[in-house]
């Protein structure tokens, strides 16, 4: 393993280090002697990164370690290697730190990208430089820079729950024709005529989304989220914020109870949420992993760590698509203010970075763009500005771009936002159980998630980079980005359409396919062409069965009874024209 040379002075073995640990725990511990009784708003919660990534217990050869098997498969479906980048942070360095203070130090963020852990020391609020100066003397420190002030008494424990029986199900891809009375909020998805992607059959069956957001309050009891539970499309939730431990409840004592709590609540309802006639999202088939990444009550520069410790978490279990309704600018103590407009460049921020290596993973990332336009600030959040993902500003249902969305582009010179979708009164769930309107970046960004998974859905094709690039490309104004939508409001249907396994699927009144869906035969048969040749593709674009006609006939039978259960492509040869047809193999 290489060490870059800037740090190979911190180098030393586990045995070499362990002299100066000791010294540094009685240090630390005599200062807080001198330290306890001051009490305030300084930090004292710090990000430490860590030199290297020597003698690990974890091998990039034994992946199943710390990936899950959805996530090693995809590594191997899109040529991914597994790197040193993605080995655990040295087991041995965390407990070195939490060794200087054992019985009140905690970790409360963990990234193995950034090589860095973010630790708790509770009683040193007002000796942040003595501490910085104590763990920077450490072997294999490379930096410290104070995060966060938690009040005592501290609370935190994270939660982990996973539903692995739907992990397995939903490797399965099914599709059929989803032709929903929408409602209301037909206003969210008609933009981008989703609407049209369900009704072929495309709403996000087999996909995984990861939602980052800071609380989902009453998912668990209102009524339209309810099928989600009984279908199993809540995979799992994450906690990751201390001293909560529930993502569905918050502190009804707070007069922001609901808007804190119910945030995650309304974005999640405009993917997930299927009420016909009522609200019907723009993912309704597809399954969803909820990790609160957010302090609902405040701001907080740790919070850019959660979004990373998030995101490594989204990949490990082989997410599809991460969404995130937040955008980092501004922080509630001074201290933390560290980034202006001009650290937008995709590399400043921890959050930035981590959302920037998802897509290199293989995950289609897309946050909010930040709703600072009116404001000083008034440029793209963070980790908006990290490169290749889809940053989202927001338009009313006319197409307009709302006043309050946040300019782009990068601080680099990058086109930001990417593009644009409704988040002007859009149609979401609140956490009363009603439905009604909110408006802000954060409800055009699951407008977008939700329609990607659908696309990727049906171009499985394309890797998270290629996709998304596609989405781009199919804004309505590609041909001229601006600072407010981007590259535009893309037409994920027209997209769909130009690129459905290569071929335009046409009108194809004078041929019929059936039975479809079918165990083993297949009828093709026309009224008015001579058929010619016939070819069967799977899902990725991969021939699995030819059929030539030696003499043109109106209708031919196919066996596909070999044929493993799933969803195929039908290309259908005539004289003169190809056509396409999906179809069903049970």
Sequence with gaps: MKTPHSVIRYKLSVTHYTSRILHSTFCFSAFLLFCFSAYGQNPNCYRITFSDKNNSPYSIERPEEFLSKRAIDKRKRFNIPITEQDLPVNPQYIDALLN?????????????????????????????NIIAEIINNLSFVVDTLPVAYYKLPFRFQETLKENSEYFQKINSIQSYSCKYDYGKSIDNIKLHKGELLHR????????????????????????????????????????????????????????????YFAHGTATLSQMAVCVEGKLVGTAPKASFFLIRTE???????????????????????????????????????EWQNIYTPNHN?????????????????????????????????????RPADAFDILAVGSVAKNGNVVFTSSYGPSAD???????????????????????????????????????????????????????MQLIREYGDQANKPDDRK?????????????????????????????????????????????????????????????????ISSSH??????????????????????IYSHKIVKN
């Design 200 to 259: 072929d059959g495309f709403c996000g069956e087999g996909m995984l989304i990861c939602a980052f957001d800071c609380g989902w309050e009453n998912c668990n009891s209102i009524s339209f989220f309810q099928p989600l539970f009984e279908n199993g499309q809540i995979l799992g939730t994450r906690d990751l914020v201390p001293g909560i431990n529930n993502i569905y409840i918050g502190n009804e004592d707070d007069p922001l109870y609901h808007t």
């Design 486 to 550: 981007g590259y535009g409001i893309p037409d994920f249907y027209q997209c769909y359409l130009d690129n459905f396994i290569g071929v335009h699927e046409n009108i194809i009144d004078d041929i019929s396919v059936y039975p479809n869906p079918t165990s083993g035969g297949l009828r093709v048969q026309s009224s008015k062409f001579k058929l010619q040749d016939i070819e069967i593709y799977d899902i990725y674009g991969r021939k699995v069965s030819s059929h030539h006609l030696d």
């Design 295 to 333: 302090n609902p009550w405040g701001e907080q520069l740790v919070e850019e760590d959660f979004y990373a410790y998030g995101a490594e978490i989204a990949d490990s279990l082989g997410a599809d698509i991460v969404t995130a309704s937040l955008s980092y600018s501004i922080f509630d103590y």
């Design 345 to 381: 460049n995709g590399v400043a921020s921890i959050a930035s970075r981590a959302a920037s290596i998802l897509v290199q993973k293989g995950v289609i990332v897309v946050n909010s763009a930040g709703n600072k336009g009116m404001l000083p600030w008034h440029f793209i959040g």
């Design 556 to 577: 031919y039978l196919i066996n596909i009874s070999h044929l493993s259960t799933g969803i195929y492509i039908l290309k259908i040869m005539t004289e003169g024209n």
């Design 100 to 128: 200087l203070r054992t019985d009140t130090s905690q970790i409360i963020a963990v990234s193995k990208w950034n090589n860095s852990v973010v630790i708790l020391y509770p009683e040193t609020d007002n000796c942040h």
């Design 413 to 467: 010179g990058r086109v930001k936002p990417d593009v644009a979708a409704m988040g002007a009164e859009a149609w979401v769930v609140l956490g009363n159980g009603t439905i009604g309107q909110w408006s802000g970046t954060s409800f055009a960004a699951p407008i977008i998630a939700g329609l990607s998974a659908c696309l990727w859905q049906a171009l499985p094709q394309y890797s998270a980079k290629e996709l």
